[in-house]
């Protein structure tokens, strides 16, 4: 009797009202979402329009307090200049690859237009507007 919840069944009227209440409970959830995205979007809006630019931005650091007082760290470094300088570093190290790889196709592109020449047109080919 101690595993009773694995024998209910997938099926009849408690099941079915399971499912029902489940999936509105689901929805619901989304709704609230949606309109507290809105009521955030809109209380924003109304705050550019009617308020001074220092009530503005009052209440906009209300919504989005200052998330600079955090301490951040990349690979143990917290100076900023250092973490930029070695985010530099790193993508230049990455691209340069990618840059020679480029130089190579624009030499190959280059050299295979100076060749081109195109290819005769057929009066099959040649159309204009009237004729379609």
Not at 52 to 73: C, H, L, R, T
Not at 82 to 88: E, K, M, Y
Not at 96 to 115: C, D, F, G, P, W
């Amino acid at each position: 009797m101690e595993k009773h919840w694995q024998s209910y069944s997938k099926s009849g009227p408690i099941y079915t009202q399971y499912k029902k209440d489940k999936l509105l409970y689901k929805k619901r959830i989304r709704e609230e979402q949606v309109t507290e995205t809105s009521y955030f979007t809109n209380d924003l809006h109304e705050a550019l329009l009617h308020k001074s630019g220092q009530e503005f931005w009052k209440v906009w650091k209300s919504k989005f307090p200052n998330a600079s007082a955090d301490i951040v760290q990349v690979d143990g470094v917290a100076d900023c200049a250092v973490i930029a300088i070695n985010f530099a570093k790193h993508f230049e190290s990455v691209c340069k690859s990618v840059k020679t790889y480029n130089e190579a196709l624009k030499t190959k592109y280059n050299a295979l237009r100076a060749q081109f020449c195109g290819s005769v047109l057929t009066d099959e080919q040649v159309f204009d507007a009237e004729r379609l």
